[in-house]
C-alpha cells in the first residue's frame, strides 16, 4: 500500500499562504516558517506530519500528497481547517 511522508503549514488565509510560499521560493527554511506561523500543532516539529497512508488526511491532502512531486512545495490548498502549503518529504507507491 501506498505511504508518504509530508509536512506543511497551516494559515487562516490564501493571501498569508502566498506570502509564505513566496518566502520559501526565496530561500526561507520551510521548518521555520511552519515553526512561526503554522496554526496546527505539528507547526513545533516544523510541520512535520510524519508517515501515512491514502485516506488518513482529508481529501484535499491525499490528492496533493499522492500525486505531487516529492520535495516540492505545493499549494495553497484549502480545506476546512484552512489554507496549507505542502510538501512531500518521501513517498513509496
Known amino acids: 500500500m501506498a505511504k508518504a511522508k509530508a509536512r506543511h503549514i497551516l494559515v ?3 493571501t498569508e499562504c502566498d506570502a509564505l510560499k ?3 521560493e526565496g530561500g526561507s527554511a520551510f521548518a521555520d516558517l511552519a515553526s512561526e506561523h503554522s496554526q ?4 513545533k516539529s516544523g510541520g512535520d506530519l510524519g508517515e501515512f497512508g491514502p ?4 481529501k484535499e491532502f491525499d490528492e496533493v500528497v499522492f500525486s505531487a512531486p516529492v520535495g516540492e512545495v ?3 490548498v484549502k480545506t ?4 496549507h502549503l505542502l510538501e512531500v ?5
Do not use: A, K
Open 89 to 93: 518529504t518521501s513517498r513509496e507507491d
Open 12 to 14: 487562516s488565509t490564501e
Open 74 to 76: 505545493q499549494g495553497p
Open 55 to 58: 485516506g488518513m488526511m482529508v
Open 80 to 83: 476546512q481547517f484552512g489554507y
Open 22 to 24: 513566496t518566502q520559501i
Open 40 to 43: 496546527c500543532p505539528s507547526g
